[in-house]
Every structure is written in C-alpha cells, then in structure tokens.
C-alpha cells in the first residue's frame, strides 16, 4: 500500500469542506489531517473508513489506487 495516493483533498474541495472541519469530525488534530489531505501520510484503514462516513462518500471514492 506505499504508492496509494487518497483522494481526501478533492473530496473536500469538491464539497466546499474545510480540514478543520473534518479535524474537528474526527477528533484528529488539524496538522494530523492536514498530513492525510497532502498525502504526506495515510490514513489508517479504520481511519479511512471514518473519514468515508463523515464525507458520506464510499471509502473506495477516497483512494486513488493508480493501478
């Protein structure tokens, strides 16, 4: 799972949603989610899931496997 890039900062951008937002849904910190969004560090899978139900969005909409 090292190339798996997320698609989270789209997903907000699309919806007009802040980080500190979605920080805030997820009890994480705001630099925490600010990693995830920059990809420069991903989400665990339990995380992500989270993240999906927050959004409203189907996990698989959040991964953006290049393959």
Not at 41 to 51: A, M, T, W, Y
Request: with cysteine; charged share 35%.
């Amino acid at each position: 799972m090292d190339k798996t890039m997320n698609r989270i900062k789209e997903v907000l951008e699309e919806r007009g949603i802040k980080q500190t937002w979605l920080a805030e849904k997820l009890g994480k910190s705001f630099c925490i989610v600010n990693a995830y969004v920059c990809n420069r560090r991903q989400p665990s899978l339990e995380v992500l899931f989270e993240i999906a139900k927050i959004l409203q969005i189907n996990p698989k909409d959040l991964i953006d496997s290049k393959e």
